[in-house]
Structures are given as structure tokens and as C-alpha cells.
């Protein structure tokens, strides 16, 4: 809250043939606006209920809370109204050329422009990011977090972009894209630690279960539209989520399956004894050498899926897929097998999060059905829609921005020094995660990239803006 | 026989909580055709505001009467509750109007993450229990087998309850211009404003009825568990909206009728066969209902115009 009242400033502005600032309709607005606000945190910020020692829960009241929201609320309003005002009048003095018409959006703003510059410096970043980050904190102990947190992030770039196939190219919605990622999980898990195979023989079944699961759980579902797919998918999700924490003997439970066998290069082990990586290649032996070897390995398997989507779109299942995207009643009668179609979209995005979900089982040596909940494909799903649908860089920069930046979140340790001990920005993670949901929708519905390079060209290659594109609708 | 008279009664009352929230759910499905995705967590969020006032009633203003401090409850949820669901709907629904199809969709899961977080942050995650009330139990009759069929005053407070607003809804729905409106927006929006009814107000409407409604199933579940969480959102939603769509989503007696099938399906699951999957049961409902009945039972068939 910048600018708390510059209300009265605009009134007193010398101007023409401004009408004048209605200031009293403004206070009154924002007042409403603190007067809702207050009846929003009666009671549920008011009091906080705590457990005492007799295990009855006491009250505590917080009316300062409550107040200090209010007045932000009421300051914020006010700001608002004050700014749009203020460009409503500036806009009445001088007419817009396109005033009467309605803001048609067809040719995407510079801002949005992705240029050709953009993609190799991601792609040169993404590459040497190991190397920077050794760099940057000064050691390569230092640099475990960073390194952990870019793995982190290409996990969820991978993810995207294999939902993506489903969401962006097919338009099919799925909300249940994490059972794919549990299911390349716990293949992974239960083949190394019962069975003992390596994670190069795995990772390929893993993928195979995943895009068979897909096939099984989509064949039944396909025929459903829209919401209802999504719910749906939903359902299957949380079944597969239950069954993993309920079926004790095949699974482990609730506990999960713990010790799974670390990442080896090629069969040769991480470790500080002779035949380990290090002694082999006369380094010091250290443990970020997997680390490090683990965010290549992420790097190297999310391309991989960008290739082959990039790949796919110009083969006929490709174009089929954003043919039935955009119209499946002319897609049916041109004597496309939307069935089939639908399906090897479902599959191969399915196929996709088996890879991620085995890498994710390898990389933490540990699993259990906590890490595959609702929560998980809503994120996925929210990067594949705020990097715009279908928009391969769109997703990566979501990916960072939505993994990272509540990651950040640790590192404002300073805050507590404005709000007082105790307070941990950890805790507002997921509460702003899902308040920049909802704000993104309203702010810019298409995503973040709000342009498509179309997969077919006749004569030159323009970009479109995804205004144009559907969203499907299955 | 006496297990099963039991589970029935059980059974029923689950449902009559599952069959408010699913009012909810099929009015919003009916009159903007979206999935209120955040309805499990408003309804979670009643619970909460249900719980507080009861602790300030008996503690702090010391209203010794369960009943009347149970009705005063009531209201202040509802209310509250209601103010919240128009709040979400004007915040995060209506600038979407008319914005892409997904848009609402993903809006509403973004609520829904907000609402059950933000609880958590101010509330705390422990599980909040309320301090026993109405344990009495009325004993219908006892068995060879000494099993005595018992009904609680909660339950008979729940069922009540739960008749007589959905009485009250239903004449409101079905008798008054409110509910006229309602009901002609849900038919077809753009003739309901030609024909000069404000369709925003009705729809803001709709999410105040929903609201208020989950209000008072958030406050009987409560009275029923005793504990609340700020987790207990999502899966309570998820059911309920098996309930609306096994009852036919955009029928309010089929969102009824579905609750009180899913409940009765949960209890006898959970009596008869295995507790740990009767989530498992819920879901799967859903899934076999969506795919081979996708009308559901009460509902109309959704014509594919071309």
C-alpha cells in the first residue's frame, strides 16, 4: 500500500473539463470494502483456538489483526479508485482511435514476445546452471541448494511439458496427472528395492507402466467432456493415491518404501571408495558429484520429452491432437479416430510423468504416497495453463516462477524482523501459491506466453496470438 | 438386523450432511454450468467460524442451553458464511465471466488451495475438537444378541435440522420471485436478462444459498465428529459432488437424494466390508457414475448440439 490517499491531491488538480472527483463515493466504497473485510475475519481471524493443558481448546482474541487488515483493505480500495479515476479522467480528455470498439488482442505486445534471443540464453543457463551456482555461492558444498532447486524445478518443467501434451495439445483436462508420476514412482521403487534392477533398466519399464496406466485409465474416461474428464481424472488420482496408502503388503502403506538404491553413473557408484565415481576420475570425492549428475540427468529427460513433443506435433497424431483441440465435431466427420487419438495423447503424456515420477523415486531414495496428492497435479496443471496452453517456453518460465518463487519465500528471513518472532514466510507458501492462482486467471487468462507458433505453415512462418487457439473440449 | 438398523441411521445422517453440500455444488453447476471447486472448503471454513462462535457463546458469554447456543451458532454461521461465498464468487468468479473455459476451473482451485491454507495459517494445523455435547442416545429397541439400535440427539438434531431447511430452501427455490429467478437464469441466462431479471445479482445469489447451506453442514458436522481440521475440505467436497452428480447435477432433489445414497454407500461400506477404502468406494461411485451415467439419476440428458 504505496500511495494511501492521493484522493484529495487529484480533486484539487486544475483541469478543464475534468468532472470532479466524486470523493465521498469513493470513502464510502472503501469502506464497504473494509466493512466486508471485517465481517470475512470475524470470527475466523479473531480468535485463534489453541489447545490448553486440559485439552479443551481456549481463545485468543486477535482484534489488532483484524484491524490492521481493515485499514489495508480500506487504504487499498482507496488507492485503487483514486488511480482508475484518475486514468478515466485522463482518458475523457483525450479519445481513444479504438474507443468504440472492443480491445481485440490478436497480435500479441511486445512484452510477451518471446524473441529469438530468449531460448538459447534459457537453454544456456539451464545448461551451465550447476557451474553457476558453484560460482556463485563460492564452493561446491555451497551450492547444494541451488543445484537441488534447479532439479527441483526441471522435475516440474518435465511434468509440465508432459501435461502438456494432454492439456495444451489435445485439450483434454486432467487432474489426475500425478497418479502417472506415483506410478513411475513406486515402478522405479518397488523393481529396485524387490528385484534389484538399476535404474537404467527401470526407468524405461517405468515409463512403459505409466503410459499402460494411462492407456487403461483413459480408454474408459475419453468419452467424457470438460469438467467432467476433469473430475473424472480427479477421482482416479485420489483411488491410486488410497490404494498405494491402504494396500500395506504391496505398497509399504502410509510409510512408503524407503532405501531405494541411489543414481550410479552408468554402474558406477557415487561413493568415496576406490571403484566410486570420484576415485575413478582421480577427484575428490564429494557428494554433489551425484547431485550435479542427478540435474543433468533431469535437464537431458525434460528435453528429451520437449523434442519429442516438438517432434510430434508435425507428425499426423500431432496435428490430430490440435486438430481435435480446436473442433472434434470437424475433426469426427473428417474421419479422424478421436478414440485413438485422445488415447495416444493420454498415453504419451501419462508415459511422460512415469519418466519424471522414476527420476523423482531415485533422486530422493524415498517414497510415499504423500508426495502424489491433489495438491501435486494442481501445480502441474497450473503451469501448463499460466505459461499459456500449449506454449513449450511458457511452461518452463511457469515452472520457474511457480516452483521458485515460493521457494524464495525461505530465504525472507527478514520479515520476522517486521512482523515479530515467530513468523515464518514458509508458512504462506501454498496460501499465495493459491492466491496468485487466482489472481493469474483474472490478470491474464491465456498464460504468461500468450502466443503459438503454429505447426504448419503454407508460405512464412508467423506467430499467432493464443487468443485464437482452444482450449478443447474434453 | 440390528447392525443394519443402525448403519441406517448412520448412514442417514451422513448423507443429510453431504446432501447440503451438494445443493451447493448443483446450483452453481446448473446456473454458470462450473465446478464450485472451492465448496468443500468454504464448507470447511463454516466448521471453523461454527466452532469459534460456540467456544465464545459458552465460554466467554456463558449460554448454558446446547440448544439455543446450538441455533444462535446457526445463523452466525450461516451469515458469515454466506458474506464469504459472495466474496469468493465476486472476487474470483465473476471477472471470468465470459473469459476462457478453464478459467473458472483453475480460479476455483486456486481458492480452494487459498481457503484451506489460510485457515491453516490462522488457525493452526492441529485438529480442534469441541468439548462433548448431546451424547445422550435414545435405545429404539435391543436385539437377541444385546446389540441395542441407538439414536443419538445429535443425529435426531441433524436430521431435523436438515429437514427443515431444505423445507425452507425448497419453498424459497420454488415460491418465491428470488427462486424464480434462480430457476430462469438457470435455464437460459441471456433470455433471464432480455426478460429484465439482473442475472449477476441471481448468481451471486446462488453462491449466498450455497454458502449458507454448506454453513449448516459444516456446523452439523461439528455436532456429529467433534473435531474439525483445516484438511477437512477436500475430501467431504469431493463426495458431496459425487452426491450432485449421482443425483443428477443441476437437480436439487437429486443433490439430496445423491447425498443421502453416498452416505448410506460409506457407512454400510465401512460396517460391511472395509473402513480403509470406503474413500476408495466414494471415488470409485464417482468415476462409474460420470462414465456409464452421466446424466445421473434425476437429472436431464445433456443434448450434444452440433
Known sequence: MATPAPAPAIAAAPAAARPPLDVAGIVRDAALFALVTFGLCVPIIAFRTDLSETSALGLKPRWGLVAILCGLVFLGRLAQRAVVANRDARRALTPAPRQATEAVDATPNAGQRVSGLALPLFLGVAATFPLLAVLGTGGLGESRYWVDLGILILTYVMLGWGLNIVVGLAGLLDLGYVAFYAVGAYSYALLSTTLGWSFWVCLPLAGLFAGLWGMILGFPVLRLRGDYLAIVTLAFGEIIRLVLINWQDFSGGGAGISSIPRATFFGIPFTADEDGFAARLGLPFSPMHRVIFLYYLILALALVTNLVTLRLRRLPIGRAWEALREDEIACRSLGINTTNTKLTAFALGAMFGGFAGSFFAVRQGFVSPESFNFLESAIILAIVVLGGMGSQIGVAIAAVAMVGGPEMLRNLGFLSAVFGEGFDPNEYRLLLFGLAMVLMMIWRPRGLISERSPSLVLKERKRISGSFVKEGHG | ?306
Not at chain 2, 63 to 74: G, N, P, R, T
Not at chain 2, 118 to 144: C, H, S, Y
Not at chain 2, 179 to 188: I, K, L, P, W, Y
Not at chain 2, 234 to 257: D, H, N, R, Y
Open chain 2, 1 to 306: 438386523m440390528e447392525v443394519f438398523a443402525q448403519q441406517l441411521i448412520n448412514g442417514l445422517t451422513l448423507g443429510s450432511i453431504y446432501g447440503l453440500i451438494a445443493i451447493g455444488y448443483t446450483m452453481v453447476f446448473g446456473i454458470i454450468g462450473m465446478i464450485n471447486f472451492a465448496h468443500g472448503d468454504v464448507f470447511m471454513l463454516s466448521a471453523f467460524i461454527a466452532l469459534i462462535t460456540f467456544l465464545i457463546l459458552t465460554t466467554w458469554l456463558g449460554i448454558s442451553s446446547i440448544a439455543l447456543a446450538l441455533l444462535i451458532v446457526l445463523v452466525v454461521a450461516m451469515v458469515l458464511t454466506a458474506l464469504w461465498g459472495w466474496s469468493i464468487e465476486r472476487i474470483a468468479y465473476r471477472p471470468l465471466r465470459g473469459s476462457f473455459r478453464l478459467a473458472p476451473l483453475i480460479s476455483a482451485i486456486g481458492v480452494s488451495i487459498f481457503l484451506s491454507n489460510f485457515v491453516q495459517v490462522v488457525q493452526g494445523a492441529r485438529n480442534k475438537p469441541t468439548p462433548p455435547m448431546m451424547r445422550e442416545v435414545i435405545v429404539l429397541w435391543t436385539g437377541e444378541n444385546g446389540y441395542a439400535v441407538a439414536l443419538s440427539y445429535r443425529q435426531i438434531v441433524i436430521m431435523a435440522v436438515t429437514a427443515v431447511l431444505l423445507a425452507g430452501f425448497w419453498y424459497l427455490v420454488q415460491r418465491t420471485p428470488l427462486g424464480r429467478a434462480q430457476r430462469a437464469c438457470e435455464q437460459d441466462r441471456k433470455m433471464a436478462a432480455l426478460l429484465g431479471i439482473d442475472v449477476d445479482r441471481t448468481i451471486s445469489l446462488t453462491f449466498v444459498l450455497g454458502a449458507g447451506l454448506a454453513a449448516v453442514a459444516g456446523t452439523m458436522y461439528l455436532l456429529y465428529y467433534g473435531v474439525v481440521s483445516f484438511a477437512d475440505g477436500f475430501v467431504p467436497g469431493v463426495k458431496a459432488f459425487t452426491a450432485a452428480v449421482l443425483g443428477g447435477i443441476g437437480s436439487l432433489p437429486g443433490a439430496v437424494l445423491g447425498g443421502l445414497i453416498i452416505g448410506l454407500v460409506e457407512t454400510f461400506w465401512s460396517a460391511y466390508f472395509s473402513i480403509e477404502y470406503k474413500d476408495v468406494a466414494a471415488f470409485s461411485i464417482l468415476a462409474i457414475v460420470l462414465i456409464f451415467m452421466p446424466s445421473g439419476i434425476l437429472g436431464r440428458p445433456e443434448v450434444e448440439k452440433v
